[in-house]
């Protein structure tokens, strides 16, 4: 029979198994380490203003998430005002509303943004160039035309053009139409303008320049200029073009940032912190605010109890593995298939050395007990069910021991899987019948030594952060046990039968 389909699933599982966990990691920027670290932004802007001493309403823009930058969470503080968040062709803004506002108003918005990379921001439609509504009153328009045709002549697209536009106004290039037009207009909206009459499209954009402990900062006005579907920021004093790490566009679609109806002297500041915080609470609290999609499939995005009872049960492939790799590949004998994944998930919640004493004391206690109900010739379901009330019995019993004398570990003994444990020491106690002692500490310390190594596998703290952030992996670990179920060769502990072989 052809064993094409076997490799041709087993491949696709491997496949997509790492497609999806190399897209969550590139577009979600989920890391590969535990222990990677992000840099979180503090952001809080504070609106001021004089209400009038009826209804007042309040605009602001807020920031979205773009390049080099994604927003986690945000939150206001707003007594007695209304609160709406409203995302529309002018963008994000909050919209603050009273009935009664009298005196000085305070309102704050707050957020935290995260610095990534891989971050890009939403398309947005480009603004139009319209020639003939740019209108001049004389004689500024014979001015602008001479500013206009003097950058024209020393550029040769949109972006050489603009950069020449902007270092004319600087002042060692200064001339007597840009002086005549700075007199009577403000230097960006007059490059704006200028730009729009010459058909390029562009617009003003406001940023935050991002420093560390900075308080009350203003917001800056940058040009953004639209050229081939793409987008280009320029530094409207010094010409510079190209985005700068720090900078964070606060309000990019031509809007004002504030707006306020119902009072007066309105104005808003801004103060920032940064701090690093571990990458994985970041993406945690990324995911808590809905960036879940269907190729971003995550645990994040379940309550917290559900979370930690996945955190385990995505380990049990994990056992599942090193239980076939010994089985198969070493022959390691054990008392039940996955018994020992059971007892490994008993020894993360008492710990190693307290789950080992403990699993012995039970099982061998649990035989003795085991050995006498022999003699009753009872049938198979009421022995067993004896062997679970005595295992219940017997933890209950070293729990309080351990307790009298002080021993809180071993409390913990509790976790143990109780009917796995009476039919462990069912098998055994057969098993010493039929073939004798020897062959109940083979399977017995198999069993130990397997439920040892796989509680060393599944306790791994990369190994628990991969699984439990990577959902693909599970699939890397079914083509991995299918590759092994795959195998049909000799196992490590049969070799030696074939000693005598080599040795004549």
Not at 6 to 33: K, N, Q, T
Not at 231 to 260: C, H, I, Y
Not at 494 to 503: D, G, I, Q, S
């Amino acid at each position: 029979m052809s064993r094409l389909p076997f490799y041709l699933v087993v491949a696709l599982l491997f496949l997509v198994g790492i497609g999806m966990s190399v897209h969550r990691h590139i577009e979600f920027e989920v890391p590969w380490l535990p222990g990677e670290q992000r840099q979180v932004w503090e952001i809080e802007a504070q609106v001021n203003f004089i209400a009038d001493g009826g209804p007042a309403s309040v605009d602001l823009a807020l920031p979205s998430t773009q390049e080099g930058y994604r927003v986690l969470t945000e939150h206001t503080a707003s007594p007695g005002y209304g609160l709406h968040f409203a995302d529309d062709k002018r963008g994000r803004r909050a919209q603050w509303a009273t009935r009664d506002a009298e005196g000085s108003q305070q309102l704050f918005y707050s957020a935290q943004v995260i610095v990534a990379p891989q971050a890009t921001s939403i398309e947005q439609e480009a603004p139009q160039a319209m020639t003939a509504a740019v209108v001049w009153e004389p004689p500024y328009d014979t001015a602008a035309a001479a500013v206009i045709e003097r950058a024209w002549s020393q550029s040769a697209d949109d972006i050489s053009f603009t950069r020449e536009l902007i270092q004319n106004f600087n002042a060692d290039r200064l001339s007597e139409n840009t002086r005549l037009l700075l007199t009577q207009f403000d230097r960006v909206p007059l490059l704006v303008r200028l730009l729009n009459q010459a058909g390029v499209a562009a617009r003003e954009v406001s940023a935050l320049p991002l420093e560390h402990g900075r308080r009350r900062q203003p917001l800056t006005t940058w040009i953004q200029v639209y050229h081939d579907d793409s987008r280009t920021l320029f530094n409207p004093e010094s010409g510079a073009m190209g985005k700068p790490d720090n900078l964070l566009l606060w309000e990019n679609n031509g809007q004002s940032v504030l707006e306020v109806e119902g009072g007066s002297q309105s104005r808003v500041n801004f103060s920032m912190l940064s701090r690093n915080q571990p990458a994985k609470a970041a993406v945690r609290a990324q995911q808590a605010a809905g960036s879940d999609t269907l190729l971003n499939f995550s645990i994040h995005s379940l309550p917290l109890e559900e979370q930690a009872l996945f955190q385990t049960i995505l380990l049990l492939p994990v056992g599942a593995l090193v239980v076939v790799l010994l089985r198969v590949l070493i022959g390691v004998k054990t008392s039940g298939t996955f018994m020992p994944v059971l007892i490994a998930l008993a020894f993360i919640q008492t710990s190693l050395l307290t789950g080992v004493i403990g699993f012995l004391l039970v099982v061998a206690v649990g035989l003795v007990i085991r050995n006498y109900l022999s003699y009753l010739n009872l049938l198979l379901v009421a022995r067993v069910s004896a062997v679970i009330v005595t295992v219940i019995a017997i933890i209950a019993v070293f729990s309080v021991l351990a307790y009298r004398f002080g021993l809180n570990a071993g409390l913990q003994i509790t976790f143990f899987p109780m009917i796995i444990l009476a039919w462990t020491i069912e098998r055994m106690s057969i098993l010493w019948e039929e073939e004798g002692p020897k062959e109940v500490l083979i399977q017995g310390g198999g069993s130990l030594l397997t439920a040892v190594l796989a509680y060393l596998a599944m306790n791994n703290p990369m190994i628990r952060y991969i699984t439990f952030n990577f959902i693909g992996v599970q699939l890397i670990l079914m083509g991995l046990i299918l590759m092994l179920g795959n195998y049909t060769g000799y196992r490590l502990l049969e070799l030696r039968r074939f000693k005598p072989v080599t040795e004549d």
